[in-house]
């Protein structure tokens, strides 16, 4: 729960740029109610998928911030898989947090193949990097980056794929090859985040260009609307990150 919402509402109005810490979905949800009196609300986590994310709140006709603006420092590291496997994201949070880190201090911890991306808040990546714990017995080297390579970023399968709408629950069941059932059994949980606010409405028709974060599962994108067939069956091309 964010405590400083009205501060941040009311330093927004007086013509401050609000820059808060990184926020989780809920929070995301929290804050976007400020999208309200002349003022807008920027979400961005370093990287276009992010689900952890900083809030930047100004007034409406401010120039839109720049990624630079949120103040995100990204660092980067390999390690030896044949030595152990690093765990999950959550277990290097936990390591992290044992540091006396405060979560909303550093965003996603991107993990893929045997590469590993911090998104730190600039204010404290210095000390972080210093002092990072061992991860599953190994001191591994962080240097800072401008951005996630493009061969890390471009880890989405493209397809197209036949639906007779645009339900959330009928995108998701299609895209991650389960059922209806299991898929609603997901929305309704509050496992499932659209453009970072949670929808757990299995009827809600997805757009184009939304972004669908099913948690432990991966991402989905509507790419492109292809055409209807005779039988009135939709054809997307969709981005399914897993």
């Known amino acids: 729960m964010l405590t400083r919402l009205g501060d941040y509402y009311r330093e927004a109005l007086d013509g401050q740029i609000v820059l808060t810490k990184f926020l989780d979905l809920e929070e995301i949800k ?33 120039e839109a911030p720049l990624p630079d603006d949120f103040k995100i420092a990204i660092y980067k590291t390999e390690y030896n ?55 599953m017995h190994q001191r591994l ?3 800072k980056v401008d951005d996630i390579c493009d061969d890390e970023k471009n880890q989405e ?27 609603a059994e997901i929305i309704e949980a509050g496992n499932v985040s659209i453009n970072h606010l949670i929808c757990k409405n299995i009827s809600y028709q997805c757009q ?14 509507i790419l492109e609307n292809l055409r209807t067939t005779r039988k009135d069956r939709i054809v997307l091309l969709v981005g399914v990150y897993h």
């Open 81 to 135: 898989a044949n030595y152990q496997t690093i765990g999950p994201p959550s277990s290097s949070t936990s390591l992290i947090m044992s540091l006396g880190i405060e979560r909303n201090t550093f965003g996603d911890i991107y993990i893929n193949n045997q590469v590993i991306y911090l998104f730190l808040t600039e204010e404290i990546s210095g000390y972080m990097i210093q002092n990072m714990p061992m991860i």
């Open 30 to 62: 929290e804050i976007n109610s400020l999208n309200k009196d002349g003022l807008k609300v920027y979400l961005y986590g370093g990287y276009e998928e992010a689900e952890r994310v900083r809030a930047i709140v100004q007034l409406a006709y401010y």
């Open 208 to 221: 184009l260009k939304q972004i669908i974060s099913i948690r432990k599962f991966g991402r989905i994108t």
């Open 141 to 143: 080297e962080f240097r």
């Open 157 to 183: 399968v493209t397809k197209e794929i036949q639906v007779p709408s645009l339900r959330l629950d009928v995108i998701i069941a299609k895209c991650l090859n389960i059922s209806r059932a299991k898929a």
